[in-house]
């Protein structure tokens, strides 16, 4: 009986110790993935330029012209968009 309790113990300790380094190794895959991805472009992988707009930080890659935005960002440009094709795509994320 008693043998099954520090086995039962044991098991807990280690399903503990597990379920630690899982955390670890996630948080050590993310920050792999951040590292790897930081300043890449989502569409093609080229290291973005850095554009000052307006007081607004623009991420744009020369390769394929994708651009990326702060949160903020959009809505700080939006507000100085008089045709409202900002505004529009700002609505996609309010649905
Ligand atoms: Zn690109």
Redesign the pocket.
Known sequence: MEDDYFARLDRERIEKLRTAEAAQAEAEAREAARALHHHK?G??G?SMDTHLHRGVQVEV?P??G?VLLDKGELETLAGEDKSGALAGILSIFRK
């Open positions: 472009c569409k093609c080229s890659c390769q394929c994708a």
